[in-house]
């Protein structure tokens, strides 16, 4: 039978902490870097993909299905892996998915055709999700109070920074080889990052916490979670304004370099300057979330995003097409995502604490399912104006407002934690 859950999540009492203080910064370095390598994954290759092609006798479009595959792979480990935690504690999860992202990299390096890089792209995924979904769980597990939102507020920026930093990496490792180098250095990054798991993750699920009732009583667990009005709410929040960020990271290429003329160079430089927009926003988040209470966080990421796409969209109608314009559009837009991120991913995990591995599966992998179904729609409608990436960003921050206010309603105070730090301190 599975255990009932606590009437209201903030009635859950933490247990005392797994890990010695002086260990939390190892812990929360390490977590960050499992957040980062999926992410990684997901683009590094990205420049290498016509000669990809020409390797192995691939059309265009097939050689993209391996990167849909990768993502279908990361969706679904997430959605699969997270409440199975839940049941089986994180630490065999944890090490189980670094070792098969070492040997699913290994593969993509060594695939003969198209066909089998596929299919080991889906396992590369699956393995990764692991990683990025328990990260999430473990800090649920092991800090409570302000502590909570100012670790989320980390691995937001590395969820929003790695996607943009990757072609950027993969390009680097291009240049001196092949892009079958590119799954080599991710297999070697996995290596560490599994010597890292054994030496500094412990198991932060006791066997007392964990759920009972197998498989099936796992995911009804989750299935209960889906039924919870605020919680969906918070993470269609989520997922949608993902929809607005992966719209300008396929967009905003085409944008500034065929709309506005730059080189690459410059776009490099255009998209770099965005990312420290994103940083800087993790940061006022991080020093604000223990005296602003996160929904009001999140309404002020929302609005400041908002404020960004109308501007991309109606600027460009009344005086035309800028190259200034759109870049501090695109500036103030992420920035307020930078808000966004970390305060539905503290909510969400504080109204999920009853499963904080099906939170989380739900959470990350919504968050990257809406993600992925947003990044092609750019190219679809067209890449000569900077408009469809305008209407495509503003449409989705729009359903994430209403995601707010219909099922969030933020006014409630839904998942606000303690101002004073419990548990950890670093």
């Keep these: 039978m599975v255990p009932r859950p606590p009437a209201s999540d903030e009635a859950i009492s933490p247990s005392a902490p797994p890990v010695p203080p002086g260990q939390v910064s190892a812990l929360i370095a390490v977590l960050g870097a499992l957040t980062a390598v999926a992410p990684l994954a997901t683009d590094m290759y990205v420049p290498g993909f016509p000669a990809m092609g020409d ?109 943009i930093a990757a072609p950027v990496v993969g390009g680097a490792v291009l240049s001196a080889s092949t892009w079958r180098a590119v799954f080599v250095v991710l297999a070697v990054l996995g290596a560490l990052l599994l010597a890292a798991v054994v030496g500094k993750v412990p198991e932060t699920l006791p066997p007392e916490r964990r759920h009972g009732g197998g498989l099936a009583g796992t995911f009804r667990t989750m299935g209960s979670l889906l039924t919870r009005r605020a919680f969906m709410g918070y993470v269609l929040v989520l997922g949608f304004t993902s929809a607005a960020l992966f719209a300008y990271i396929s967009g905003s290429s085409f944008v500034f370099q065929n709309v506005h003329g730059v080189s690459a160079t410059v776009y490099s430089l255009i998209f770099a300057s965005n990312a420290v927009g994103m940083l800087l926003g993790g940061v006022a988040f991080a020093r604000l979330a223990a005296r602003v209470r996160l929904n009001t966080l999140l309404i002020t990421g929302l609005t400041v995003s908002g404020a960004g796409a109308v501007a991309l969209l109606v600027i460009p109608a009344l005086a035309g097409q800028s190259l200034a314009a759109s870049w501090v559009c695109l500036f103030v837009a992420m920035s307020g995502v930078a808000l966004i991120f970390p305060a539905t991913m503290s909510i969400g995990q504080h109204l999920g604490r009853s499963a904080p591995g099906a939170a989380s599966a739900l959470i990350g992998g919504l968050q990257f399912l809406f993600g992925a179904a947003a990044s092609p729609l750019v190219g679809l409608f067209g890449e000569d104006t900077a408009t469809p990436m305008a209407v495509i960003i503003l449409a989705a921050l729009a359903l994430a407002g209403l995601a707010l206010v219909l099922l969030a309603r933020p006014w409630q105070a839904h998942g606000e934690v303690t101002a004073r730090p419990h548990g950890y301190s670093s």
Excluded: K
Aim: glycine share 12%; with cysteine.
């Design 55 to 163: 390797a192995l006798h691939a059309s265009g479009p097939a050689v993209q299905l391996t990167l849909t595959a990768f993502l279908a792979g990361l969706v679904v480990g997430q959605l699969l892996i997270g409440p199975v935690s839940d049941g089986w504690g994180r630490r065999r999860l944890l090490l189980a998915g670094a070792g098969g992202f070492v040997l699913f990299s290994l593969l993509c390096a060594i695939a003969p055709n198209v066909e089998l890089l596929t299919a080991a792209r889906f396992l590369q995924g699956f393995a990764g999700a692991a990683g990025m979904v328990l990260a999430r769980a473990v800090i649920t597990d092991c800090f409570h109070g302000a502590d909570v939102p100012r670790y989320f507020a980390l691995l937001s920026q590395i969820l929003g920074i790695a996607p």
